[in-house]
């Protein structure tokens, strides 16, 4: 498989704090990146997905100016949750492709996550 | 529209006993990738197994392996001799090709124990 670092994995800030969390790549570059939210007992929803050197693509209902994205490498994008809310609180994971296995492939391996709780 | 269903919404297994998720997908395309995920209580999604839709055997990897039935648009996973270790959530994901991105699309998993 392949490793994808999520940093940090649990933080607790308070409401109205902006909150960057990190992922990286740390054995293959990916051009592509997406990022998750979770609740609990629930599938993933696809926040965005982030692009090196260009803009994030935001899923419809998803606030740009709430989640921001940059993808400023080939190893490293992050997920800034600006003016933080009880109700952002939740589960964010997110995802690296690792192409060159054949276009038909293109597996998403996935960091292992960041709790954030907004109090 | 495309749709991953997983009707089983928790299972409960004897160890060393095979077990199967259950896995449907709705698309209309031609080409596509169907996933397994592995999410323990820790939180982290663990890649499994894939298969592509042009794909003529069935997809296996250690004791993982996918029942790839195309006609009835089925992709359940197999898993053999289950073990403790396996009690975790699963997500089946599909990946059509249409498009330009390598977008997944979950169904809502399934919530597997194993018991001693």
Redesign the interface.
Known sequence: ?AVVSQHPSWVICKSGTSVKIECRSLDFQAT?M?WYRQFPK???M?MA?SNEGSKA?YEQGVEKDKFLINHASLTLSTLTVTSAHPEDSS?Y?C?A?KGGQG???????????T?LSVL | AQKITQTQPGMFVQEKEAVTLDCTYDTSDQSYGLFWYKQPSSGEMIFLIYQGSYDEQNATEGRYSLNFQKARKSANLVISASQLGDSAMYFCAMRTYGGATNKLIFGTGTLLAVQP
């Not at chain 1, 276009?103 to 996550?113: D, M, P, W």
């Open positions: 498989g592509t997406f629930q599938s993933l696809l997905t693509t589960f994971i995802s492709v276009l038909a492939k293109n597996i998403q391996y996935f960091g292992a996550g709790r």
